[in-house]
């Protein structure tokens, strides 16, 4: 797998990430929505940064080349395996706890994707920049599962 089929995969996650969260911020209401809304957001902006790398790598010939086959290997069968699966069903679920431990998921999975491709890459800092706000969305998703806010809805409620 090249950096670029690497790239193009986390362009593709952070793509359906903001798809996801937009989906549920239209589904929701007040603090819930902006919170989702904000989400969506920081998922574009992870993509164009992760756009703005392969363009970046784009110039550097050694693109198509550079890599580890066990790293890019196993990224490639992790995404597939984990992380497509779950952002190609875009069936939005009922309730806010499913909806909130769907995208606790895949936010999981995305860091440990992210993970394996920074130690390929030549510059692995802005990658580490991503997984630190991707780890920032895992705790506040975490945090927004856990709260008295939700408290209102109960497991069978919509969203």
């Not at 969260?21 to 969506?40: D, H, I, N």
């Not at 998922?43 to 756009?51: P, S, V, W």
């Not at 990224?75 to 806010?96: C, G, L, Q, S």
């Amino acid at each position: 797998m090249t950096g670029r089929e690497l790239f193009n995969i986390a362009i593709k996650v952070e793509s359906a990430g903001y798809a996801y969260y937009s989906k549920l911020s239209e589904k929701s209401t007040g603090q819930l929505k902006e919170f989702f809304k904000e989400l969506a957001e920081q998922e574009r902006e992870h993509a164009k940064r992760f756009e703005e790398l392969m363009k970046k790598y784009q110039e550097d010939q050694s693109l198509a080349t550079w890599q580890n086959e066990e790293v890019s290997g196993y990224a490639e069968t992790y995404a597939k395996a984990f992380i497509f699966p779950e952002i190609e069903n875009e069936t939005v679920p009922e309730t806010i706890f499913g909806a909130l431990k769907k995208a606790i998921e895949v936010e999981k999975d995305s860091i440990i994707y992210y993970n394996e491709i920074k130690q390929i890459v030549p510059d692995p800092k802005p990658i580490e920049e991503i997984i630190n706000e991707e780890k920032e969305h895992l705790r506040k998703l975490s945090e927004k599962l856990q709260s008295e806010d939700l408290s209102t809805y109960s497991e069978g409620s919509m969203i």
